[in-house]
């Protein structure tokens, strides 16, 4: 088999993770990075060549191109990817703004033959594809309503970063890593046509939000509250869905740093009393398979074999929106930082 030739945009901590799954990959292999912290072109070890520019990494021989940059230099790499003629897989999110990923999109449009996926890591867990199969099976029955909490303990380190700047982030705690909760309340529950919001960053003063609250409600009244915070002292995930027969609470992420605690889902089913208590059970989750699999799908859809489930542009947008939407609902916050409607 012929390998699909890859290179990376962005060498850190999760470009080099994603090196890993795809050298694993059977019909991948990485061949080039670029990164900041390389001063000039060279050979690394085992022959993979390294820039300091994507831009010079985009005159290498490839099929692939991986984006792991920053948000504000995150829709340019994906945009010039795709207008070389290669296959790009980019992180969330996917820009700094709505109009970012709009601009990426008209490209794709012209490029119909081209395979874009968004890193939407989450909906990857063992314990999303878990909960996804048992509200799938409809023992449980409809979904009443949902809450999370995703949160760490800062939006950056006390030295700054981009994160902490608006021109280069574009958003705080919520387009950085709720994002990742709204994803999974619209995999969940669907699209929202209401929402509500605070938004602040009364504690970190950074002009991006160190705390974000949201009552979104969808079309069948159901509701859902997300609490994305950079003040919780810990890395925190947790998602309660409540349905007609029971409730499913997920609790924790697998992840390689292990910061977020134990991954867990425990199901609570209906009791014949009429006390309230239900019977429940609890499942752990000891692995990460998240990252190989959205390497294999993205591998997939670069073969034909399958089409792109999770992670498509429309997904990228529409999520992108509603982080917006929840921008847009706090007047003061709007106000404050000229917050445009997403929804014209």
Request: with cysteine; hydrophobic share 40%.
């Amino acid at each position: 088999m012929i390998k699909k030739k890859v290179g990376i945009v962005g060498y850190g901590v999760v470009g080099l993770r994603r090196r890993h799954f795809i050298d694993a990959h059977p019909a991948l292999t990485t061949v080039a990075v670029c990164d900041q912290k390389f001063a000039q072109e060279s050979v690394a070890s085992q022959g993979l060549r390294v820039h300091h520019d994507y831009r010079e990494l985009l005159n290498e021989n490839l099929d692939a191109l991986f984006v792991c940059v920053p948000n504000y230099l995150a829709p340019e790499a994906t945009i010039a990817g795709l207008e070389r003629g290669l296959h790009v897989f980019c992180e969330k999110p996917p820009g700094r703004s709505v109009g970012d990923i709009e601009a990426v999109m008209a490209v794709e449009k012209r490029h119909p033959g081209l395979v874009l996926k968004y890193g939407f890591n989450h909906r990857y867990h063992d314990s999303v594809q878990d909960a996804l199969k048992i509200i799938g099976s409809g023992e449980f029955g409809e979904i009443l309503n949902m809450n999370g909490v995703y949160g760490k303990s800062r939006v950056v380190p006390f030295s700054g970063g981009w994160r902490a700047e608006r021109k280069y982030a574009g958003g705080g705690i919520l387009l950085d890593q709720g994002i990742h909760m709204l994803d999974l309340m619209r995999l969940f529950c669907g699209e929202f046509s209401e929402v509500r919001s605070f938004v602040t960053n009364d504690f970190w003063w950074h002009d991006v939000e160190d705390n974000a609250y949201a009552l979104m409600k969808d079309e069948r009244g159901r509701v859902a509250m997300l609490h994305s915070s950079a003040t919780l002292w810990e890395h925190h995930f947790s998602l309660n869905i409540f349905l007609e027969k029971g409730y499913l609470k997920l609790s924790g992420l697998m992840t390689s740093s292990k910061s977020y605690g134990e991954e867990t889902l425990r199901i609570g089913r209906e009791s014949e009393s009429d006390n309230g208590v239900l019977r429940s059970e609890q499942r752990k989750y000891l692995d990460d398979p998240s990252w190989k699999r959205e390497i294999d799908e993205f591998a997939d859809a670069i073969a034909g074999k399958a089409p792109i489930r999770f992670g498509t542009s429309t997904d990228a947008l529409t999520t992108m929106k509603l982080v917006y939407r929840i921008y847009f609902a706090d007047e003061s916050w709007r106000e404050k930082f000229n917050i445009p409607n997403p929804d014209r």
